[in-house]
């Protein structure tokens, strides 16, 4: 096995380790209807001004048409309404409505105190170690 090879088992085998550690494998992702994908669509309407799904596009890697039958269900499920720009009557925005609001606010929730169990028998030292870490892990592997 090359060196480059054992590289890639390893993280391939933490990769295992942390997907089952978060659930995302689960099909409702953190105690809700949701799948991890629909999760982090939800995530982005909540936090993105003037939301479209182009600029969804622009914050995740989703395909286009994938993204629209998410978005199609959200309205469907009472969850984001469309409504043209003040701006461009071209484009639509994409704004959640009170019940979006509140399954986000679950999602939110769930995972906060998911974290938040993860961590709690680590000592401040450990948590400084994992954040730092974490933060290592996210520059070495930033691509712009």
């Known amino acids: 096995m090359t060196q480059n090879q ?27 209807p949701y799948s991890l994908t629909e999760g982090r669509v939800l995530y982005e309407i909540y936090h993105m001004q003037e939301c479209s799904a182009r600029k969804i596009m622009e914050n995740i890697v989703i395909d286009e048409g994938y993204l629209s039958r998410i978005i199609n269900r959200f309205i469907k499920w009472g969850l984001v309404r469309k409504v043209p720009s003040a701006k461009d009557k071209r484009l639509h925005l994409i704004l959640l409505t009170e019940k979006g609001s509140r399954e986000f ?31 290592k892990i996210h520059e070495l592997l930033h691509q712009d």
């Open 6 to 32: 054992e590289v890639i088992e390893k993280i391939r085998k933490f990769n295992r380790f942390y997907t089952n550690v978060i659930g995302l494998l689960d099909q409702h992702f953190l105690d809700t």
């Open 105 to 135: 606010s679950k999602l939110n929730d769930n995972s906060n105190r998911l974290i938040s169990e993860l961590i709690e028998k680590l000592s401040e030292k450990e948590l400084a170690d994992l954040t730092s870490m974490m933060e």
